[in-house]
């Protein structure tokens, strides 16, 4: 079956720390990838996506994402978090038309 | 407008009573699906509408839901005899037409925020 685990609920992290937001992925054919980010009352924006070939993806707003095929895994990462990064981060597999999401991770920023 | 617009965006309801959800695509986007985000449940697939067609409907959770899809633009998601599980944010994205022009990309509204009481 086609699912999307996002194992951490919350993560705390302090400003100008690294982040780095795990997601693990159940998919029978090569999946496409997505992190999508949702701020307080506001519909979810795509941070990156996977399709094919490198599998280090660059996305706005200083985040990164690696694809990793043996582990079934396209984590979510950022060198130094700035306060505005608070939000709640979705990790989606797709295929053609249909998109699984993942129960999101909210991230808090300390200052 | 420019983006993916969805009203209201807030509805309080008494349990029993109907309820209309409608999103309004971005121009030209041919792919629409309505999803449903309740706390701790991540985004849960309703819907998916090729142009004025849906060919899976499989994440409608009961037959008290049903959408429609008018001009290969407005949809709208109808809730009836609404129940207190029902209270959650409904997500309406929009896209183009896979494998035209598309990027993969998912452009969501803001959700309309339903509260049966």
């Known amino acids: 079956a086609q699912s999307v685990t996002q194992p951490d609920i919350h993560i705390t992290v302090s400003e100008g720390a690294s982040l780095e937001l795990r997601c693990n992925y159940s998919?029978?054919?090569?999946?496409?990838l997505f992190w999508y980010v949702q701020s307080p009352g506001q519909g979810l924006q795509l941070l990156l996506k996977?399709?094919?070939?490198?599998?280090l993806v660059q996305g706005i707003k200083g985040f990164e994402a690696e694809f990793k095929r043996s582990q079934s895994s396209f984590n979510l990462r950022k060198p130094s978090v700035h306060w505005s990064d608070a939000a709640e981060y979705f990790c989606?597999?797709?295929?053609?038309?249909?998109?699984?999401f993942g129960t999101g991770t909210r991230l808090k920023v300390l200052a | 407008g420019a983006g993916v617009s969805q009203s209201p965006s807030n509805k309080v309801t008494e349990k029993g009573k109907d309820v209309e959800l409608r999103c309004d695509p971005i121009?030209?986007?041919?792919?629409l699906y309505w999803y449903r985000q309740s706390l701790g449940q991540g985004l849960e697939f309703l819907i998916y509408?090729?142009?004025?067609?849906?060919p899976d409907k499989s994440g409608l959770p009961s037959d008290r839901f049903s959408a429609e899809r008018t001009g290969g633009s407005v949809s709208t998601l109808t809730i009836q005899r609404t129940q207190q599980e029902d209270s959650a944010v409904y997500l309406c994205?929009?896209?183009?037409?896979w494998g035209v022009g598309n990027t993969g990309e998912l452009f969501f509204g803001e959700g309309s925020r339903l509260t049966v009481l």
């Open positions: 994205a929009s896209s183009p037409r």
């Open positions: 998919y029978g054919a090569t999946p496409y």
């Open positions: 996977y399709f094919s070939g490198d599998t």
């Open positions: 989606a597999v797709g295929g053609t038309y249909k998109y699984i």
């Open positions: 121009s030209g986007h041919t792919a």
């Open positions: 509408f090729q142009g004025n067609s849906a």
